[in-house]
């Protein structure tokens, strides 16, 4: 199906739901012409199709996103039957245990989209007001949605590209996937204010607060959770101890103890894990809610694991350290997979917990180390190491004061720091790297043999990352971007750089490519803290020290 790009890059900023938060809203119920709502979609011509079929021609925009959103749910609740009936007859057929990943991946990632679809449906009816952060969750979660259904087809067409399977469940995720698209679309023309921006801007940058944690070095053994209560709200605290001493010796026997569906203002739920190397894959399920995660320090408390595509997993399901959960918080903690690089896709750390942050936590493996998968996150003072495509996903995530160390590859690899995965231009997510290093390992720095190292590829058509006051070495090469395959997404991608030092932050010799700027302090400004994940709204009852905007 044919398709235009309905916004230029500024008017996509023009209607950012980041940018909001001084606007209030009234929605226009005047019915809308058909022609002009779906010209400004990805798919005007499904879209004229599936409302003119069902008698919509003359109702409002909000009755357009109304619809296409209870298509999208009622079609997400078949998808999830026609994926168990797969399961089923898997586990009936000689089927390969990669393909019944696949098919769990799925099924994980459409449980998540019914709830973030229902929550959805109830936040936007006709008797509700929305606020500015209701806007802005709302987009969150739209964006997220369209995300699961990309990463449960990247997992079918990983395991068994051309089985009849695949075959069959694509054009039902390809289907849905533009239900979406119509939504978030329609969504941000029905619902979003209209009112110039630019207001917002004029906020003077000198007076952008910088909120700092003060976390000191006692000697209880209880020292970091303490420390994290004289900020923030822990209402229960329990320790993990291999020997026996605490009240678990897993973590995951302290996560299963967790409360379900924690409310935020009855406070966190605090697991302490004390020194040690902890061979446990971790995942942290929806109803997990505000957990925080304190360990003894990196390379201390050390979470470990193996598996990996090369094994017969898939990406998704290669994770040592998965969440989901809203409000998470981890401090103090090392999150490896020790796979290798013979092993290609093999995940640290997956993410997909809304409103999440990681405090000085290290993240080590090669191939796909990172999975920021979707939602809102945020890094500080952080360690990653990998190889190729090291941080990828498709969060609205942000970076900042991180060390990011490209290791050594296989040979004739190269390093490729990001592989952002956004498909939609009205989605609000990408990468923001701020004031951080970009260096080698000590194991490339000490190579014998060249290896090239770039910023990052397109993995999705509208893949967004920023790199901006961040020190990056000599390890990066002059045209500083790879691309994915050819042309593709090079006019539609959004890579930018600001303010950067460092051997290889010259511009000069940099890609040429239609979607690559190098930024003016206006538009960076879009992609901090503030702007980004709005993080001065849920960022002070992490306890994560943070800078709202430019350093």
């Known amino acids: 199906m044919q398709y235009t790009m309905p916004f230029t890059l500024s008017n996509f900023f023009q209607v950012t739901l980041h940018i909001l938060l001084l606007f209030s809203f009234s929605s226009s119920q005047t019915p809308s012409d058909l022609d002009t709502t779906c010209s400004k979609t990805l798919y005007p011509s499904f879209c004229k199709s599936i409302l003119a079929e069902n008698n919509l021609q003359s109702k409002t925009i909000q009755d357009y996103g109304h619809f296409c959103l209870s298509q999208s749910l009622l079609m997400t609740n078949n998808f999830k039957l026609l994926v168990n009936q797969h399961l089923q007859s898997s586990n009936q057929n000689n089927v390969s245990q990669v393909t019944k990943f696949a098919l769990q991946d799925c099924r994980s990632l459409t449980s998540l989209n019914i709830d973030l679809l229902s929550t959805t449906a109830n936040m936007i009816k006709p008797t509700n007001n929305l606020s500015s952060m209701d806007i802005v969750h709302v987009q969150t979660m739209l964006s997220a949605a369209m995300t699961n259904l990309d990463t449960c087809l990247d997992g079918l067409k990983e395991a068994r590209p051309q089985s009849s399977m695949t075959q069959s469940l694509s054009p039902r ?17 029905g619902w979003v204010p209209k009112n110039n921006p630019n207001d917002y801007l004029a906020l003077k940058y000198d007076q952008i607060r910088t909120r700092v944690g003060n976390f000191g070095n006692s000697g209880s053994k209880l020292q970091h959770i303490g420390e994290m209560m004289n900020i923030i709200i822990v209402n229960t605290t329990v320790v993990v101890n291999p020997d026996g001493s605490g009240d678990f010796t897993t973590i995951n026997d302290a996560i299963t103890a967790a409360p379900i569906n924690r409310m935020p203002n009855t406070g966190y739920y605090g697991i302490y894990v004390a020194t040690g190397v902890y061979q446990e894959y971790i995942n942290i399920p929806s109803n997990k809610k505000y957990l925080l995660i304190v360990g003894d320090g990196i390379n201390q408390t050390i979470i470990t694991g193996n598996r990996s595509v090369g094994d017969n997993s898939t990406t998704y399901n290669s994770a040592t350290f998965a969440v989901n959960g809203v409000g998470f918080v981890a401090t103090d903690i090392t999150i490896r997979n020790i796979a290798g690089a013979i092993k290609h896709q093999a995940v640290a750390l997956r993410n ?57 590859p296989l040979p004739r690899q190269f390093n490729l720091i990001t592989a952002q995965g956004r498909t939609d231009p009205n989605q609000n997510t990408g990468f923001s790297i701020q004031k951080s290093m970009i260096r080698a390992a000590d194991d490339l720095a000490s190579s014998n043999f060249t290896v090239e190292t770039y910023l990052g590829r397109p993995w999705k058509e509208y893949s967004r990352t920023i790199f901006m006051q961040s020190f990056l070495d000599n390890l990066i090469q002059p045209l500083g971007w790879h691309e994915w395959n050819g042309s593709f997404a090079l006019g539609t991608l959004y890579y930018g750089e600001y303010n950067n030092t460092g051997l290889g932050s010259n511009t000069v010799n940099r890609v040429t490519w239609p979607g690559y700027h190098v930024i003016i302090r206006t538009m960076a400004s879009y992609f901090t803290v503030s702007y980004f994940i709005v993080g001065d709204f849920w960022l002070p009852s992490t306890g994560v020290p943070y800078t709202l905007g430019l350093f």
Not at 176 to 186: F, G, P, V
Not at 352 to 381: H, I, N, P, V, W
């Open 352 to 408: 997909s917990a809304d409103l999440s942050a990681f405090y000085r936590c290290s993240f080590e493996g090669y191939q796909d180390t990172l999975y920021a998968q979707s939602m809102r996150q945020f890094y500080k003072e952080c360690d990653i190491y990998g190889t190729v495509d090291f941080i990828f996903g498709n969060a609205a995530a942000v970076f900042q004061n991180c060390n990011l160390y490209a290791r050594q």
């Open 173 to 189: 995720i390809s289907n849905n996937t533009m239900l979406l698209s119509l939504s978030l679309a329609l969504f941000i023309q």
